[in-house]
């Protein structure tokens, strides 16, 4: 049995085999009604085979649900996921000039109380956690926890070895000195430049700053890691649950 099962399975509450509108709804997809409705309308699957019969039955244990191709798991009481953010949509819950959220692209409605784990600019992309627990995001968002996220920057110009050592060493930024970061060029060229630069602070643009500062301007902005997790090949626009030993991993990244 792999981590992420024994993991999952200290989590969940009792679990035993039970009709597919009541396992969905025990997950916090729908209520009980709404989930018939998707099973009726073709959205859910079973070990990869449609599920339209309201008397099927499911074991949580062995057997692989979706809803739209989503994997759905029974909820501890905590749901925390992972979206592959796409470009033009700001982080934040709801916004009162209509402009398009985050919140647009998770499942708000069966998991109340979801809320984005820091921000990302609307014009950058890339893994963008959201949960339910509060304490975990304030962990993972305190100061003092140090907690890495790693970028693939598109930059203007080539980038030179001493531009990189300012941008390694710290730079003075309009609010301050910024702490020193890792940063290496991947691809370089006399127009442009790619480069993979992780912080451990949260300022706000602070890369994009931060290359502006060295002389060049970002084109294009993708965060690939967050702290122990990377967003490997989610789809962009798609979201994903995180297994329970994410989560763990998680937990420790929020406590050292």
Not at 93 to 101: K, L, V, W, Y
Request: proline content about 5%; charged content about 25%; glycine content about 10%.
């Amino acid at each position: 049995m792999g981590d992420d099962q024994r993991d999952d399975a200290s989590n969940a509450p009792r679990i035993v085999p039970m009709r597919v509108q009541k396992f969905l709804a025990r997950a916090g997809v729908a209520s009980r009604r709404g989930s018939e409705n998707l099973m009726t309308t073709g959205r859910v699957s079973v070990n990869g085979r449609v599920v339209t019969e309201l008397g099927s039955r499911v074991d949580p244990r062995c057997d692989v649900v979706r809803v739209d191709g989503h994997v759905v798991h029974l909820s501890d009481g905590s749901t925390t996921l992972m979206l592959n953010k796409p470009a033009g949509y700001i982080t934040t819950m709801s916004d009162p000039f209509g402009r398009a959220c985050v919140a647009e692209l998770v499942p708000i409605d069966a998991y109340p109380g979801l809320f984005p784990i820091g921000r990302l600019d609307a014009d950058t992309t890339g893994i963008l956690l959201f949960s339910t627990d509060g304490e975990l995001g304030n962990g993972l968002l305190h100061p003092r926890k140090h907690v890495d996220k790693t970028y693939q920057a598109l930059v203007e110009g080539s980038v030179s070895e001493e531009e990189l050592e300012r941008l390694r060493s710290g730079v003075e930024l309009e609010d301050g000195m910024t702490a020193p970061a890792e940063a290496r060029l991947t691809c370089v060229s006399e127009d442009e430049s790619r480069l993979d630069i992780t912080i451990h602070e949260g300022r706000k643009r602070q890369v994009r700053r931060m290359c502006a500062t060295v002389g060049h301007p970002v084109v294009t902005l993708h965060r690939s890691r967050f702290g122990p997790l990377v967003l490997g090949d989610l789809p962009e626009g798609s979201w994903r649950m995180l297994s329970g030993s994410e989560v763990a991993a998680l937990h420790a990244a929020a406590r050292t």
